[in-house]
């Protein structure tokens, strides 16, 4: 079964936290310096939010799948949707290790597909959003900024 993703920019990350757990009536499931997702069941979601990213408010949209058959199965549908597809493949973004691909609508909202297959103890980076969104080619998206001491591979 897919779910959701949302990953959001934020200002002050124990504000936010706060603010999202009385919103999702949970606690995140993941915590880091500069990062916290919910892995929500109602709604189905994988909700993230993390304040290394100089971009605030929503950054990107995702789809996760729960195995390498679902994957393939959107990676089908992003290469018949007639844009740019990066195809960033294994990758350690967002404190986790997954196998991903990335897209932008026509109007520029980027989105990922992604199956998720471990976790990592650093954050890790993934393709530039801006480029994406300006041509479909990619450098580092879930890059936090460069004051991060959990920055990197």
């Given amino acids: 079964m897919k779910r959701l993703h949302v990953h959001v920019g934020v200002e002050d990350l124990h504000l ?8 999702f009536g949970a606690e995140p499931t993941v915590t880091k310096a500069d990062y916290a997702k919910w892995m929500l069941d109602d709604p189905r979601v994988n909700f993230a939010i ?3 990213n100089p971009h605030k408010g929503v950054e990107h949209l995702g789809i996760q799948v729960e195995n390498a058959d679902e ?15 990066v195809e960033e ?13 990335w897209i932008a609508d026509p109007q520029g909202v980027v989105w990922e597909t992604f199956f998720t297959n471990g ?17 479909g080619n990619a450098a580092n998206c879930c890059t936090p900024d460069s004051s991060s001491s959990e920055r990197g591979l």
């Avoid at 936010?16 to 919103?23: A, D, E, N, P, Q």
């Avoid at 493949?89 to 691909?101: L, V």
């Avoid at 976790?119 to 041509?135: C, F, R």
């Fill in 16 to 23: 936010s936290v706060r603010f999202y757990s009385t919103l």
């Fill in 50 to 52: 993390s304040s290394g």
């Fill in 71 to 85: 994957l393939e199965e959107v990676y089908g549908r992003l290469k018949a949707a007639d844009r740019p597809v």
């Fill in 89 to 101: 493949g294994a990758t350690t973004c967002c404190y986790a290790r997954s196998q991903k691909s």
């Fill in 119 to 135: 976790a990592s103890t650093v954050y890790g980076d993934s393709p530039d959003l801006v480029a994406l969104k300006a041509n």
